[in-house]
């Protein structure tokens, strides 16, 4: 969702249908000790371009056909899998593995942590339709328990520590390797948890199409209620910037500096959650079938005080809401609710198949596992594999946010008038300095003072907040012109400064810098190209 840790995902052609239909069929459902090894990062690229297309398609108002090959194919259930397998992976093998493999390529150790939010993220477009919903079935079960989990970790952790920290440049350059593992792991955890809001609310939206098993489970087993009125109050999707002071909210997965004359509009992310207790409280079923105690009405009745007319103006329903929970406070029972809640003589529940069959199978083998992957995954990593991983996570997430950005894309996607290019370049340079830092694979620096310098494995390094020079351990970056695309991608877009891997390799010896990194920037004046420094995360690279 967005170093490496703040790129969401890579920047792909919209997929074509018959590319949609294979790399969805293909899908599988793997071991854990195959996590990271060649085939598993096939399927993690194909999840990326799956994801990336759905979530064009459904911004832009397209034909939604990743959506319905997920639902013909009955593909649904494989993604949980998926989702099952990865959180069972880092929270079984991960912390085995951590500290043995920070030393290695930063890639290959933070796509395996970066997956489950590209999962995640892909089943929170897919669930937004009945049709999805109802094709996974029994396997919500699993989702369910999964969200909960979720869920109960942004209760339990404090607000500061959900997130990775707003560091100086100065802060990042004292990190170990560990510590940006660390980083890392937070930030994706908490992409996963903001993921997770959504899919509670899309679930509670096509309550009657799932299994009425699930509803039991969200109601009564995990009393899903009791954790979003506690999460409306803690609201993980605001903060503040440590570093200028600024209030900040999490929207459209990054986070936003909040307008003087946006303070009143809601968040989305606390819409979803109001929507999800608006559904859960005002469906008929879910009323019959919760019990209410006294700790559970206590429990809503605190909603009232965060229902005012600046939230019913944007969420009108909740108008039906705030009328409800006040009759609550006068009957202490939601109107036609308790008495038909009789009990079954038959006692039905499904389990979390998934996960209880995966920590089955593996239980006393965490070890070993870590230590077959450690030997068979992690440090077998050719120059092929580093290229690939290169292209994997190399675009900045703001073009998740608002689509290929015209801006850095190349000449023929800038057309315009005098005025407007001016307004192009202005914003290049914008688009380009404030992006924040990032680690590059040490085998990169090698390759560069080889005089040999693979452009696929180039990250885009950027700006800290504010750029502290030091004594070495500083990184050069140049902008320069050219006819070439999109920064950071391969093959004809590949950045021309590669060509002279040589020159920059040379210069960087003699200015006594650890490397320069030349980015070139479509439509930027060579008048507005000037070096900016920048501290790496290992100090001296």
Not at 18 to 43: A, H, I
Not at 224 to 247: D, F, Q, S, Y
Not at 347 to 365: F, N, S
Request: charged letters at 25%; proline letters at 5%; aromatic letters at 8%.
């Amino acid at each position: 969702a967005g170093g490496l840790d703040d790129c969401d995902l890579p920047c792909f052609e919209d997929l074509t249908p018959f590319e949609v239909e294979y790399f969805v069929q293909d899908l599988e459902e793997f071991k854990l000790e195959q996590v990271g090894n060649s085939r598993w990062l096939t399927q993690h690229e194909r999840v990326e371009k799956l994801n990336w297309t759905a979530h064009n398609q459904a911004k832009e108002g397209l034909d939604e056909y990743v959506v319905d090959q997920f639902n013909t194919q009955e593909k649904a259930v494989t993604l949980i899998y998926d989702l099952m397998l990865i959180e069972v992976w880092k929270e079984k093998v991960w912390p085995l593995l951590k500290a043995k493999i920070a030393k290695f390529s930063s890639l290959r150790t933070y796509i395996p942590v970066y997956h489950e939010a590209s999962v995640s993220n892909l089943l929170e477009v897919c669930l937004f339709h009945r049709t999805t919903c109802e094709e996974a079935g029994d396997a919500l079960v699993d989702l369910v328990d999964y969200c909960v989990r979720k869920l109960r970790y942004l209760l339990c952790v404090p607000n500061d520590e959900l997130v990775r920290q707003v560091a100086s440049a100065k802060e990042v350059t004292e990190w170990n390797d560990v510590r940006v593992l660390d980083e890392q792991f937070t930030e994706s955890e908490f992409q996963v948890c903001m993921c997770v809001i959504s899919i509670i609310r899309f679930l509670t939206d096509h309550r009657v199409a799932i299994p009425l098993a699930v509803t039991t489970r969200l109601l009564e087993t995990h009393d899903v209620l009791l954790l979003l009125v506690p999460l409306m109050e803690k609201a993980p999707w605001v903060r503040k910037n440590r570093l200028n002071g600024k209030i900040e909210k999490f929207e459209e997965h990054k986070w936003q500096v909040v307008e003087a004359d946006d303070e009143g509009r809601l968040p989305k992310l606390q819409t979803q959650v109001w929507l999800s207790i608006y559904n859960l409280v005002m469906d008929p079923e879910c009323r019959s079938r919760y019990e209410m105690t006294s700790f559970r009405r206590e429990n809503l009745l605190r909603l009232r005080r965060y229902i005012n007319e600046v939230v019913v103006d944007q969420l009108p329903p909740l108008t039906n809401l705030h009328r409800t929970l006040e009759e609550l406070s006068i009957s202490g029972q939601f109107t036609g609710a308790g008495q038909s809640a009789a009990p079954s003589p038959f006692v039905v529940e499904l389990v979390a198949e998934v996960r209880e069959a995966l920590v089955r199978t593996y239980e006393g083998r965490w070890q070993e596992v870590a230590d077959q992957q450690l030997k068979e995954v992690f440090v077998k990593e050719t120059p092929d594999e580093l290229k690939r991983l290169g292209q994997m996570i190399s675009i900045p997430k703001e073009f998740f946010d608002d689509g290929p950005n015209p801006f850095l894309d190349g000449p023929g996607d800038a057309n315009g008038s005098d005025g407007a290019k001016s307004s192009m370049e202005g914003k290049a340079w914008e688009a380009i300095t404030s992006l924040p830092t990032v680690r590059s694979t040490a085998s990169f620096f090698a390759a560069a003072s080889g005089l040999d310098s693979p452009i696929d494995e180039v990250l885009v390094l950027s700006a800290p907040p504010q750029p502290v020079p030091t004594a070495g351990g500083r990184l050069k970056l140049e902008l320069r012109r050219s006819r070439t695309g999109q920064l950071g991608r391969s093959g004809g877009a590949r950045s021309r400064a590669a060509a002279n891997a040589d020159l920059l390799a040379q210069r960087a010896a003699s200015e006594e810098e650890d490397f320069l990194l030349a980015i070139d920037a479509d439509g930027m004046p060579e008048t507005d190209v000037q070096t900016l420094h920048y501290v790496s995360q290992k100090g001296a690279a």
